[in-house]
């Protein structure tokens, strides 16, 4: 939604109630009077669509016991947070961006530790690693476009809805499942890193990840 600058003449006593809206929901002045025109319009703002889709994500993840959302001060993202069985209790964060406005990528998913134990960082960087090869591996589900990278002790996923344009619940959908399948994937590397056929291991559980992506596109296209 393109955004451009007005001038309006609006009474003191309405920009006053405004400021205090704006306030309560961490918004800026004009953000508060675009949420409110867009609602009396009947109209999605990028913020909107954002908060529903993040919405749509959080309900994917009730009923799962591992699984926590991390308090955020932010609308523009959501933190997943799962416990690894490890040394201390390290807490693995899925942090979800996603864009305002949908160019090449929808977002991002980065995946990381904090932590400081070289050991805990090694064993993820020596996940990372596996599981970029196997995505990579499938790289052709994704037209070409880079899948994933490696920064700084963390995971990075792009996001893209490829040639179709999904639903915010399918995104979603499709979001969870992604964080889920890595999930697994690292829990049981950490369980099984000793194993020669870890990588196997790992890549039956992408291969069921992709099949499942699949179908759910499938019926999808279906039901347009």
């Not at 932590?115 to 037209?143: G, V």
């Not at 995971?155 to 399948?181: F, H, P, V, W």
């Not at 291991?201 to 179908?215: G, P």
Request: hydrophobic fraction near 35%; charge should be neutral.
């Amino acid at each position: 939604m393109k955004k451009s600058v007005y001038s309006i003449l609006l009474s003191d006593e309405i920009i006053k109630q405004i400021d205090r809206l704006a306030y309560a929901n961490s918004m800026s002045r004009s953000a508060m009077i675009n949420n409110i025109l867009a609602e009396f319009l009947s109209l999605e703002t990028p913020e909107q669509k954002l908060k529903n889709i993040y919405g749509y994500i959080e309900k994917h993840f009730e009923g799962y016991s591992s699984f926590q959302k991390a308090f955020s001060s932010s609308d523009s993202m959501l933190t997943i947070n799962s416990a690894l069985e490890y040394k201390y209790n390290p807490t693995i964060r899925y942090k979800i961006v996603l864009h305002k406005v949908y160019g090449e990528a929808v977002g991002q998913i980065k995946i990381c530790a904090r932590t400081k134990s070289k050991n805990l960082i090694d064993d993820l960087n020596a996940f990372y690693e596996i599981w970029q090869s196997i995505e990579n591996n499938f790289s052709a589900f994704n037209n070409g476009v880079l899948l994933a990278e490696m920064k700084q002790s963390s995971y990075i996923r792009y996001l893209s809805q490829g040639e179709n344009d999904y639903s915010d619940e399918s995104l979603a959908e499709a979001i969870a499942l992604y964080i889920r399948t890595t999930d697994k994937a690292l829990k049981l590397y950490f369980n099984n890193k000793e194993k020669k056929d870890i990588y196997e291991l790992i890549a039956t559980i992408y291969k069921k990840y992709i099949y499942e992506i699949e179908s759910d596109q499938l019926q999808e296209d279906k039901n347009i």
